[in-house]
T-cell receptor, first 116, second 113 residues
Framework: GAVVSQHPSWVICKSGTSVKIECRSLDFQATTMFWYRQFPKQSLMLMATSNEGSKATYEQGVEKDKFLINHASLTLSTLTVTSAHPEDSSFYIC????????????FGPGTRLTVL | QKEVEQDPGPLSVPEGAIVSLNCTYSNSAFQYFMWYRQYSRKGPELLMYTYSSGNKEDGRFTAQVDKSSKYISLFIRDSQPSDSATYLCAMSVGPPGTYKYIFGTGTRLKVLA
């Protein structure tokens, strides 16, 4: 149980275009999902907390108009990177929090974004 | 000073060795302590979580928390080449229901056959 999927697993796009990444909890409901970014050989940095039915909470330094988050259902959150630039190239990982017990986060497999 | 410190490695050990991975932290408000394993270009996989000081064992893995020293460890017994990965410690902070995680930088482990 507690499986999280992401789509796509990798994407290459031109500078200036927008890219949408989906995060789904497959076998459980998640009121809260998280979006992280990971640069090579670095740790996961939390970008934002996504709450079903309400606005996302962004971490300091993350542009909310550039990284649009929508959490329309208890099993789906989306991250849209708008007007992507090469410096946005990174590994984007989502997680979903199990809404019971110890609050553990389960992670998706990640999406590798390359902006040319 | 980072809230969570973790030696990035790489740590190379022979197959069958006992591996010790460690993190230190500075924020006494951290509540849950997790260890994740991450293979290259994959998402992190939860290995262990603990709440209180002491040891927790699961198969070949033992998680240890010492809140007085602000120090956590993960021990891997009888290490296998398939254990080669990056191991991330994570700590949760925040009011109940709104926890967020702070991650260490991860330690790259190589188990040599």
């Amino acid at each position: 149980g507690a499986v999280v999927s992401q789509h796509p697993s990798w994407v290459i796009c031109k500078s200036g275009t927008s890219v949408k990444i989906e995060c789904r909890s497959l076998d459980f409901q998640a009121t809260t999902m998280f979006w992280y970014r990971q640069f090579p050989k670095q740790s996961l940095m939390l970008m934002a907390t996504s709450n079903e039915g309400s606005k996302a909470t962004y971490e300091q330094g993350v542009e909310k108009d550039k990284f649009l988050i929508n959490h329309a259902s208890l099993t789906l959150s989306t991250l849209t990177v708008t007007s992507a630039h090469p410096e946005d190239s990174s590994f984007y990982i989502c997680s979903a929090r199990l809404d019971r017990g110890h609050d553990t986060q389960y992670f998706g497999p990640g999406t590798r974004l390359t902006v040319l | 000073q980072k809230e969570v410190e973790q030696d990035p490695g790489p740590l190379s050990v022979p197959e069958g060795a006992i591996v010790s991975l460690n993190c230190t932290y500075s924020n006494s408000a951290f509540q849950y302590f997790m260890w994740y394993r991450q293979y290259s270009r994959k998402g992190p996989e939860l290995l262990m979580y603990t709440y209180s000081s002491g040891n927790k064992e699961d198969g070949r893995f033992t998680a240890q928390v010492d809140k007085s020293s602000k120090y956590i460890s993960l021990f891997i017994r009888d290490s296998q080449p398939s254990d080669s990965a990056t191991y991330l410690c994570a700590m949760s902070v925040g009011p109940p229901g709104t926890y967020k995680y702070i991650f260490g930088t991860g330690t790259r482990l190589k188990v040599l056959a």
